[in-house]
């Protein structure tokens, strides 16, 4: 065999097997590009999945107020009556205990979270007890308007809007709190993933550009 011959031949076999490494490279390179863009896509979804989320606690803490402003609104006009002996108080007293009603109907939110369960038992407990107070007294207020005054200040009475009230705030710290905390998780987790992805797309970058480099350079006969 002549050595123009066999040179020849080891030029072919060096192209040939440069030609299948080079085609392997950028098929990873390749690959790597379409794992980078599922991640950026998983992020954005979680993106989205997290500012709904945060949508939601906000509408969470926006009905706690709505029911504790409404609640006094309640308390007020029975006070307000007690006061004045205006019938338009009552009028006033039947227009916020309709908000009141609508508000704490619309807390299903707040049951769907786990770490609520028990703050909302002790909340459902805490507005029966005050509901029945407030209707026990418009009954005095019916029958002793005198006596209604004196009934409204009684310790017992004003100990049963605290509990209400207390029971509305620690439920409104613990879905701010909550709320934090997922923020917190999501932007940790946009950074991770955001950088896992641009990671791999510099990767795939390597790998397309020494597949190309042997593509250009790496069959050349010597």
Do not use: C, W
Request: net charge positive; charged share 25%; proline share 1%.
């Amino acid at each position: 065999m002549s050595a123009t011959f066999k040179v020849a031949i080891e030029n072919f076999a060096r192209r040939g097997a440069s030609g299948v490494l080079t085609t392997q490279l950028l098929s990873v390179a390749a690959m790597l590009v379409i794992a980078a863009g599922v991640m950026f896509g998983i992020n954005l979804i979680d993106l989205r999945h997290d500012f709904d989320a945060n949508r939601a606690s906000s509408r969470i803490v926006e009905q706690l107020d709505d029911v504790e402003k409404y609640l006094m609104g309640v308390d007020l006009t029975v006070r307000g009556y007690a006061l004045s002996g205006n019938d338009v108080f009552l009028d006033y007293r039947r227009l916020e205990m309709h908000k009141l009603m609508n508000a704490y109907s619309g807390l299903p939110l707040v049951a769907a979270v786990p770490q609520h369960q028990q703050s909302l038992e002790r909340l459902r407990k805490a507005m029966r007890v005050r509901l029945n107070t407030l209707a026990e007294l418009m009954r005095i207020a019916y029958s002793d308007r005198a006596a209604l005054g004196q009934a409204i200040i009684d310790p017992d009475v004003r100990s049963t809007m605290r509990e209400a009230r207390a029971a509305i705030s620690s439920m409104r710290s613990m879905e701010i709190a909550r709320r934090d905390t997922m923020a917190t998780e999501a932007l940790d987790r946009a950074r991770r993933n955001t950088l896992l992805a641009g990671a791999i797309l510099a990767l795939s970058f390597a790998f397309a550009l020494v597949g190309l480099s042997l593509s250009l350079f790496g069959g050349r006969d010597q």
